[in-house]
Nanobody, 116 residues
Framework: QVQLVEAGGGLVQAGGSLRLSCAASGSTSRLNAIGWARQAPGKQREFVAAINSGGNTNYADSVKGRFAISRDNAKKTVYLQMSRLRPEDTAVYYC??????????WGQGTQVTVSS
């Protein structure tokens, strides 16, 4: 099993920044990528960003140039640095562990609220 624990959400004004973290534990060798997804009220969960074991990154168009994903292998932690936040970035942000085989893993989520 893999456990993912997010931290760093909160309330921020538009234009501000936040950094989310996702700490992985357990059988992390099962994962070939870790990423972030978000879900706003009344909307479907959507992809935000991901980083794979080779360090390659991928971003949703809506966050390119504003968000940056990185990883600290020694700490088994993935970060999402969010800058120039907008009210439409308001959502619950979930860490997702993409498994090489079998099902993916999800964290419990952390709320990000951007006020206008």
């Amino acid at each position: 099993q893999v456990q993912l624990v997010e931290a760093g959400g909160g309330l921020v004004q538009a234009g501000g920044s936040l950094r989310l973290s996702c700490a992985a534990s357990g059988s992390t060798s099962r994962l070939n990528a870790i990423g972030w997804a978000r879900q706003a009220p009344g909307k479907q969960r959507e992809f935000v960003a991901a980083i794979n074991s080779g360090g390659n990154t991928n971003y949703a168009d809506s966050v390119k140039g504003r968000f940056a994903i990185s990883r600290d292998n020694a700490k088994k932690t993935v970060y999402l640095q969010m800058s120039r936040l907008r009210p439409e970035d308001t959502a619950v942000y979930y860490c997702r562990g993409v498994a090489t085989v079998g099902h993916d893993y999800w964290g419990q989520g952390t709320q990000v609220t951007v006020s206008s």
